[in-house]
C-alpha cells in the first residue's frame, strides 16, 4: 500500500496564531510532497511542490511566507501557516509520490478554522 | 498548458444504475491521466491510472475507464452503482514533463437515490 497520514484532521485556533500540519507517508519514501488547497465544493488547487532536503516550489500567487513548508526527510513534510486570520481557514491535503513517474498518495486533509 | 474539463458539476443516478462521468482533457500529447474519488471531509483515494499500453484501465470498486485519444477523453464508467459511491469525483491529468504535478478538473459529485 501507499499511506499518507495527515494531521490533524481538524484545527480551529485565533487569528494571529501559527498553525503546523504535519504529512507523513508511512509505508514508503517520499521524494516529492504536495500541498493543496480546497474550498468548499470546489477542486484542488496546488499550493506549493515540496523536495525532500530542498526549498518548497511555490504556485504563483501563494505567499511563501505565509505558508512555510519544510521537507526535512523522506517521510515528513509540514506546512506552517503563520499569523493565521479567518481567510486562511479552508481545506488543506497532502500528498506524497514515490518518484517521478508515480502516482500522489493523498492524506485526509486538514480542516483549519480561524476564529 | 494542460487542463482538464469536467462537464458535469452534478450527477444523480438510481442505485443498481450504471454511472458515466466525463473527463476531457487538453495536452500537447498525451498526458498521464488519473481518477481520483473524495468522500466528504477526506482526502482524496486514487481510482484508476493510465499511462500507456491498453486504452481501458480497470480500477478498483469496480471502475473503469477508457482512453480515447481522438476525443481527448477519459471517461469514467462503473456498470452498477452502490450507495458507497456517492462522493465527488476528480479528474487529473499529469504531462510526462510536468514533473509529477497534477491538474486537477473541477470535480463531479455524484448523488445514489436508493
Known amino acids: 500500500g501507499a499511506v499518507v497520514s495527515q494531521h490533524p484532521s481538524w484545527v480551529i485556533c485565533k487569528s494571529g496564531t501559527s498553525v503546523k500540519i504535519e504529512c507523513r507517508s508511512l509505508d514508503f519514501q517520499a521524494t516529492t510532497m504536495f500541498w493543496y488547497r480546497q474550498f468548499p465544493k470546489q477542486s484542488l488547487m496546488l499550493m506549493a511542490t515540496?523536495?525532500?532536503?530542498?526549498?518548497?516550489?511555490?504556485e504563483q500567487g501563494v505567499e511563501k511566507d505565509k505558508f512555510l513548508i519544510n521537507h526535512a526527510s523522506l517521510t515528513l513534510s509540514t506546512l506552517t501557516v503563520t499569523s493565521a486570520h479567518p481567510e486562511d481557514s479552508s481545506f488543506y491535503i497532502c500528498s506524497a509520490t514515490r518518484g517521478q513517474n508515480q502516482p500522489q498518495h493523498f492524506g485526509d486533509g486538514t480542516r483549519l478554522s480561524i476564529l | 498548458a494542460q487542463s482538464v474539463t469536467q462537464p458535469d458539476i452534478h450527477i444523480t443516478v438510481s442505485e443498481g444504475a450504471s454511472l458515466e462521468l466525463r473527463c476531457n482533457y487538453s495536452?500537447?500529447?498525451?498526458?498521464?491521466l488519473f481518477w481520483y474519488v473524495q468522500s466528504p471531509g477526506q482526502g482524496l483515494q486514487l481510482l484508476l491510472k493510465y499511462f500507456s499500453g491498453d486504452t481501458l484501465v480497470q480500477g478498483i470498486k469496480g471502475f473503469e475507464a477508457e482512453f480515447k485519444r481522438s476525443q481527448s477523453s477519459f471517461n469514467l464508467r462503473k456498470p452498477s452503482v452502490h450507495w458507497s459511491d456517492a462522493a465527488e469525483y476528480f479528474c487529473?491529468?499529469?504531462?510526462?514533463?510536468?514533473?509529477?504535478?497534477?491538474?486537477f478538473g473541477g470535480g463531479t459529485r455524484v448523488l445514489v437515490k436508493p
Open positions: 487529473a491529468v499529469r504531462g510526462k514533463a510536468a514533473g509529477n504535478k497534477l491538474t
Open positions: 495536452y500537447g500529447a498525451t498526458p498521464y
Open positions: 515540496s523536495n525532500e532536503g530542498s526549498k518548497a516550489t511555490y
